[in-house]
């Protein structure tokens, strides 16, 4: 079915925008990096929420599901178990990069504000 094309050709395009976020961590300075890190990060979460854990999505799978039954049911599950995992992962990579941003700042150089 093209949901299933759709969502394998998002995941791909997710994996690839978390293997930039890494690569901006090894090629930079710190908070360079952490920042640009972040920002792909960002933009990989976004579409993860917005093109692969839609309700759209969810509807279609279980549409899908229901109307051929048998293995696909199976594999509607597996495909939300999946989704939902992923979901969770993000919320862990997101709480990751806020310690990582608070570590930061707790090691740089404080500077006197322009008052």
Not at 23 to 35: D, F, Q, T
Not at 40 to 46: H, I, P, T
Not at 49 to 64: G, K
Not at 86 to 99: G, I
Request: aromatic content about 4%.
């Amino acid at each position: 079915p093209a949901i299933v094309e759709a969502l394998r050709d998002r995941v791909q395009d997710v994996r690839a925008g978390l293997a930039e976020a890494a690569a901006a961590l090894r090629n930079s300075e710190a908070a360079e990096a952490l920042g640009a890190c972040h920002e792909k990060f960002n933009e990989a979460a976004g579409r993860l929420r917005t093109e692969l854990t839609s309700a759209a999505n969810w509807v279609e799978i279980a549409a899908i599901a229901a109307d051929r039954g048998g293995a696909w049911r199976k594999w509607g599950d597996a495909v939300q178990q999946s989704l939902d995992r992923c979901a969770h992962a993000t919320e862990s990579v997101a709480a990751a990069l806020l310690a990582c941003w608070r570590d930061l700042v707790a090691v740089a150089p404080h500077r006197p504000s322009a008052a």
